[in-house]
């Protein structure tokens, strides 16, 4: 490979996220999304009606408050998604990247779905109607389906492109590789979610930033 072709294989050191800001990016996913699992509820068709009221009894600015922390946790997925695409384009392109990137932004829009249905559902039980606490329960029961294929392309992802680039340590691709297969399989799915917030610190410490 020459000199020329060489440069145009990695992204240039304009483009590639400085370690402080991938890490605190990282870090605050973690926190936020620490809070939403330990502020949720397990919420499905058969829950009744009035467990759920009791779980939405607060006050419509705690509502608020929930839903703001919901987007910013959007926001924050999708700025770490265009840093970490360009992380792992360091050592050189790859179009598993781009996966990555577009896996983060299904993920971003899975949040974004979970926090609006969650006010909805504050708002239909501060209005006691019951018809709509149902059938918002019976939607977030099933808002798990879309996590699954944002954690197949996350995970594979990253995974393939830290094999491919050599900007991850072979250990962290191939556990990454392992937990995006897992992530269809029903309940193990559930695995992907709950290691994401400790992840995306894991590969914000360990991806390589130098070509």
């Known amino acids: 490979m020459t000199t020329t072709s060489a440069a145009l294989a990695a992204v240039s050191s304009k483009e590639r996220p400085a370690r402080r800001m991938l890490v605190g990016l990282a870090v605050a996913i973690l926190v936020l999304c620490v809070g939403m699992i330990a502020t949720s509820h397990d919420i499905s068709t058969d829950t009744k009606t009035a467990d759920i009221k009791d779980f939405y009894d607060v006050s419509e600015g705690v ?25 792992l384009r360091t050592t050189g392109r790859t179009w598993f990247a781009d996966a990555v990137f577009l896996g983060f932004g299904a993920l971003a829009a899975t949040f974004a779905s979970w926090t609006v249905t969650d006010a909805a559902m504050w708002r239909a039980v501060d209005a006691g109607n019951d018809s ?3 059938t918002l329960a019976i939607i977030t029961d099933a808002g798990f389906l879309p996590l699954m294929a944002s954690m197949i392309a996350i995970y594979v992802g990253t995974g393939l492109a830290g094999l491919a680039t050599h900007a991850l340590p072979k250990w962290l691709a191939i556990a990454s590789i392992v ?14 979610f709950v290691v994401l917030p400790f992840w995306v610190v894991a ?6 930033l130098d070509a």
């Open 63 to 87: 509502s608020q408050v929930t839903a703001y922390a919901g987007m910013v946790l959007v926001g924050l997925v999708l700025f770490y998604a265009s840093a970490l695409r360009n992380a």
């Open 203 to 208: 590969v914000a410490a360990w991806v390589r």
């Open 179 to 192: 937990v995006g297969v897992v992530a269809p399989l029903g309940p193990l799915g559930f695995i992907g």
């Open 132 to 134: 709509a606490i149902r």
